[in-house]
């Protein structure tokens, strides 16, 4: 095989409680989300160096970069697509960490399952604190309720399905400047 391809939905965060634990593993958030049809296609393939590609241009992507490298110390080339923005809250570093998951472990043939390549994205997602609760979201998909730490991939799902969502965002956000600020981390 020589690339491979996989799919992760965006996620929109409608409520959120921040867990915070020293481990990224264990960091995660309470709240309420949503995925989205829209999302992340990644296409993973064998390559002569590292390469992250998001609509055709390089980028520097450490989300991506940490859960390709926990699966593997092979070159590989990860190409994104999506019609979404970067930073703008629908979730694309956990759906590309996420998806760039899937597609690495199909092409490599590595036979980790669906659920400890989610946990791979989630703890690349919190350590490079680029989001703490998508990824879960994304890796179940619907409307989630978190009661417990997103960290321990366990939700509710809430039977809402097939419903008209209209998003616009108005300018970027840096998720890393809301999950780190001490003002929030207090409350």
């Given amino acids: ?3 491979s391809k ?5 996620n ?6 921040i867990y915070y634990h020293r481990n990224p593993r264990w960091m995660g958030s309470y709240g309420v989300g949503f995925t989205l049809n829209e999302g992340v296609v990644v296409e993973a393939e064998k390559s002569k160096r590292n390469e992250i590609i998001f609509n055709n241009e390089p ?7 940490s859960a390709a490298k926990r ?46 390549l989610g946990i791979i994205a989630h703890t690349a997602d919190a350590e ?17 309720l ?19 969502v209209y998003c616009r965002y108005f300018s970027k956000i840096s998720t890393k400047s809301v999950i780190t600020n001490i003002k929030i981390k207090n409350k």
């Fill in 1 to 3: 095989m020589n690339s």
């Fill in 6 to 10: 996989a799919f992760a939905p965006a």
């Fill in 12 to 17: 929109i965060s409608c409520i959120f409680k």
């Fill in 59 to 65: 980028i520097n992507f450490p989300t991506v970069r």
């Fill in 71 to 116: 699966l593997t110390n092979r070159n590989l080339k990860i190409n994104i697509k999506s019609k979404l923005p970067l930073g703008c809250g629908f979730g694309l570093s956990g759906a590309s960490a996420l998806a760039a998951a899937y597609a690495v472990n199909k092409l490599l043939n590595l036979k980790k399952t669906k659920k400890e």
């Fill in 128 to 144: 490079n604190r680029t989001g703490l609760g998508d990824v879960v979201n994304q890796f179940y998909g619907g409307f989630c």
């Fill in 146 to 164: 978190k009661l417990k730490p997103s960290s321990s991939f366990e939700i509710i799902t809430i039977p809402l399905n097939n419903i008209n």
